[in-house]
């Protein structure tokens, strides 16, 4: 039988660190690079995109480059210039709408804020998918914001995804991988059923 996670003798200090990456071990920019096998998880699991996505923190291109070669239109942003895409744009601060889908892997000190900032530039009927550890479901601020906003869907991950400190993945393997259970939220403005959960990868 496999096994979500594999770890080596690093394995309780990659559990304890990872578990809620306390503010001494965090990026300074919360810049944790996603593992483009999430993209196709998500798709896998039966998630249908607007033609046109905005990965608003695109950071060195991850999930916007395997978007990209699945055919979908993206525009890549990030607060922080990586060297990628548009440098230099706080998706807090805009204000035009976006007639399109928004996907994203957001700083997660702030990963509410994205979703009601999301929530309000996209037409009725556009989606948000947001890559966040399960345990955003806790809460009760967030679960205020989840009578505003249910998601639609919640793509629990069987298996571990990789979210690497500045992109270093191939550190991350070597102290033993990842801890942390993360899920795809998926957001439609308008909706307001009840969440369904599906299982992914």
Not at 13 to 42: M, Q
Request: aromatic share 12%.
């Amino acid at each position: 039988m496999g096994k979500d996670w594999t770890g080596n003798g690093k394995s309780i200090f990659t559990t304890l660190g990872a578990s809620n990456h306390t503010e001494k071990e965090r990026e300074i920019n919360d810049y944790y690079a996603t593992d483009p096998i999430a993209v196709d998880a998500l798709l896998q699991g039966g998630a249908e995109l607007n033609h046109k996505i905005w990965e608003c923190s695109a950071g060195q291109g991850h999930l916007s480059e395997r978007l990209i070669e699945l055919g979908y239109e993206v525009r890549s942003t990030d607060l922080i210039d990586r060297g990628y895409g548009e440098g230099g744009i706080d998706f807090l601060q805009t204000t035009k709408m976006w007639d399109g889908d928004i996907l994203t892997n957001p700083p997660y000190k702030y990963a509410k804020e994205f979703i009601e900032h999301a929530m309000t530039i996209i037409p009725d009927g556009r989606k948000v998918f947001m890559f966040l550890k399960l345990q955003f479901l806790e809460g009760k601020a967030r679960g205020e914001l989840f009578k505003k906003y249910p998601p639609r869907y919640v793509y629990v991950s069987r298996s571990r995804i990789l979210c690497a400190k500045n992109g270093m993945f191939e550190e991350m393997k070597a102290g033993g991988g990842s801890a942390v259970a993360y899920a795809w939220y998926e957001f439609q403005k308008g909706y307001k059923g009840v969440s369904i959960i599906k299982w992914i990868n």
